[in-house]
Structures are given as structure tokens and as C-alpha cells.
């Protein structure tokens, strides 16, 4: 029967090796991973984008908190896309994109590069309500992020729901009420709202384009040399002055916009004089 002190030993030295083992593991597991990406972007950088993507997942395997191995294999899978190809190679590229992007920011979700390639190749392969659904989620877990809000009001435009995004562009607005561009953005929209759609009745038009007015009026107090909310308010009574159907409220809002269009005129030119100026005095030092 083994002493007490050998058998101590025998513990200790088994605990060593165990050690050893998983420190060997490790190691060799990032050595893998460096060769693999090292080969990967070897690969990527002449073009070869399906060996590229090979040799991402072989580090994925070996290191599966690798950042950049999935934003990489995401690019080369949309280097490989052909956008509005509905081959099966090509659903499987922009998948496997979308996948790798979303991989990305489960470990770095404050990325905005890597949002943008998300996007990117959400909109290009007409996955848009993905790329909705991944930053509602977003937005649940962090309500008061403006980028968040930003995306997705964008993203609702895109796909031509103005209503939807007019309500997260309103959320915006809450999150920054002395933002003059965060309500520029909402009278924008809303002129699109009408501008686009002929269907509307006559209420409904004209609660939109007041809508406008109101938002573009408060991006002007809070920004008054805003030319664009100027251009924008005079393109919106154009819109009423259109659909009304009353000759002499036709004249009076192509008056009113007429006047606006001079003041944003005026305010364009002016900031294009001071400019100038300012790259003139750079010049000069």
C-alpha cells in the first residue's frame, strides 16, 4: 500500500499533467486558428473567396471567439453573391453572410462596421425583415439607442412602409428632442408618404403633410440656416396646393412655397460663401 506522501506525489503530478494537456490543447487550438486565418486571408486577397471561406470556418473551429474570422468569411460570402440572383449558390452565399455577420455581433454587438455589412447584404438579398427583426431585438435591449433607432426607421423606408418607419423616426425624436435632424428626417418622410402614393384620400394627405410641416418647422427653430428644411417645407405645400381643391388655397400655398424656396436658396448660398471662406483661410495658413 502506497505511502501517504507518495500518494501525494502521484496526485500532484497527475494534476500536472492534466494541466499540461489543456494548456497544450489551447495552444496548439490557436496555432490552428493564427495558420488558418493567415491562409484564409491569403486566399481572400487574391479573389479566392470559396477557399477563403473554407479556411474561416477551419478557424471558427479551432477558435470560435475569432472576431475578425467571422467578419471576413461574411465579406468573402459577399464577394461570391451576385445580387438579385436567385441561383442556390446564391441564397446559400448571402445565408451564410448574414449568418457569420449576426456570429460577429453576438460577440460585439456595438460594431457599426459590422451593422453595415449586416445591412448591407440584408437589403441586397432582399432579407430586409431580417435585418428589422435583428435590430427590434436590439431595441428592446437597449430602447434608447439612437443608432439602433436610426437603422430601423431606415430600414422600414427602404422597404417602402413609411408608416412604420415614421413611428420609430418619432422614437428617435423622444430619444433626441433638440435633434434638428431628427425631425428634418421625419418631414423628409413624410413628403415621400404623399409624394408616392396616389391613393390617399384627401385627409389622409393632408395629415401626413402637416405632420411634415410640424416636424420641419421644429428642425427649423432648432437649426435655423437649415436650407434643406426650408426646400423641404416648400416642396410639402406644393403637395398640399396640388391635391386642394380650392383654386385660390392652390395660390397661396404656391406663394408661401415659393417664398420658402427663395429662403433656402438664400441660406444654401450663404453656407456655400462661408465655406468657401473657411477654405480659403486653410489655404492661407
Partial sequence: MPSGS???AGRAGL???IVSVAFGSAGCGFFQARVAMKEGNAYYNTKHYEE??????QVLEADPTYRDAYTNMGLAYLALY???STHEKDIAYSKGAIKAFKDYLALDPDNEKVKNYFVEICQKSSNTEEAIQFFEAESQRHPDDVKTLIIIGNLYAKIGNI???????EKRVKAEPNNAE???TIGVNCWARSFNHMDLSLEQRYSILDRGLAAL???IELKPDSYESYTYKNLILR???SFDPSPAQRLIYGQQADQLLKKAMELQNAAKQAAAATDSKAEGK
Avoid: F, H, T
Fill in 82 to 84: 451576385q445580387p438579385g
Fill in 6 to 8: 507518495s500518494a501525494g
Fill in 15 to 17: 494534476i500536472v499533467l
Fill in 52 to 57: 477563403a471561406v473554407e479556411r474561416y470556418k
Fill in 182 to 184: 431628427a425631425y428634418y
Fill in 217 to 219: 418647422d421644429k428642425a
Fill in 239 to 241: 403637395q398640399k396646393g
Fill in 163 to 169: 408608416d412604420e418607419a415614421l413611428n420609430w423616426m
